[in-house]
């Protein structure tokens, strides 16, 4: 059995640990108003772009751009956006064992990682990393978005890869987040159907053409989704560590409460001992 000492210093540990999550949880809070007022600021953007997107393909027809057009696939990439640091509950395992699932053929696939957790875990599991980025997670920003969406049209335009695939973790609410996963290109079709609106687009034409114009709202669709998903997880980032940080001090306050009872044993045990060696020793006197 332990001894009283050696309890009290286990005790002093785990509250030494209990302050270290308290403080993590408040940081964590702080990040995630933060980032919930990006995600209201953004959603309506992207949802923007999708509605003019769709307006245009529901009242056009034989628009031929290479957004759109199927492909043989002989490399298929996934953007994987994760958190660069750890300690939030299951967070990144939840989206990268999404990819991992989706993922038939690793020959033909390669990842492109938006955080340090998906560059380890793709690696470690021998899938072949394209890209990686750093330092995306905890402040996402838009020249990050556009930098991102610039190489990955640039790498699908020039046949490096023949379709993407984004892998991010939606953010429901503070407890609740969703990995999820969508498909940027080709373009499919169906995606935008519910933007369609025929009765307003019907009377509008576009100069110099259709095409043009697509080809310069897709680059900014593109962006617009890569931010919305970097924007999205970083808000489940900072709402799974919180969460993960509350769950983990109430562990230490059990902890502590039960170190401490297994103390106040130890001691009455070591009293107890006491009264019988004094009791035992008054009567080898008499």
Known sequence: ?????????????????????????????????????QVSLTRPYFEKTRETIGAILSTTDDIDMPFQ?????KKRAYIVITSDRGLAGSYNMGVCK????????????????????????????????????????????FRQAKALADEMLKLYEEGVIDEIHLAYTKFESTINQV???????????DDFKEYGQEDVTEKMTYEPSPE?????????????I?????????????????T????ATNNADDMIDQLTLAKNRARQGSITQELSEIVGGAEALK
């Open 1 to 37: 059995m332990a001894s009283v000492r050696d309890i009290e210093l286990r005790i002093k540990s785990v509250e030494g640990t209990k302050q270290i999550t308290k403080a993590m949880k408040l940081v964590s809070t702080v990040k995630l108003q933060k980032a919930k007022s």
């Open 69 to 73: 057009t199927d492909r043989e696939v």
């Open 98 to 141: 999404l990819v991992s699932t989706e993922i038939k053929d690793k020959e033909s696939s390669v990842i492109v990682a938006v955080g340090k957790k998906a560059r380890d875990y793709f690696k470690r599991n021998d899938y072949e990393i394209l890209k990686s980025y750093i330092g995306y997670s905890e402040r996402p920003n």
């Open 179 to 189: 990995p999820m996963t969508m498909k940027l290109f080709p373009l499919n079709m």
């Open 212 to 224: 043009y114009v697509l080809g310069q709202i897709i680059p900014k669709y593109v962006e617009s």
């Open 226 to 242: 890569l931010y919305g998903a970097l924007v999205e997880s970083s808000a489940s980032e900072q709402g799974a560590r919180m």
């Open 244 to 247: 993960a940080m509350d769950s």
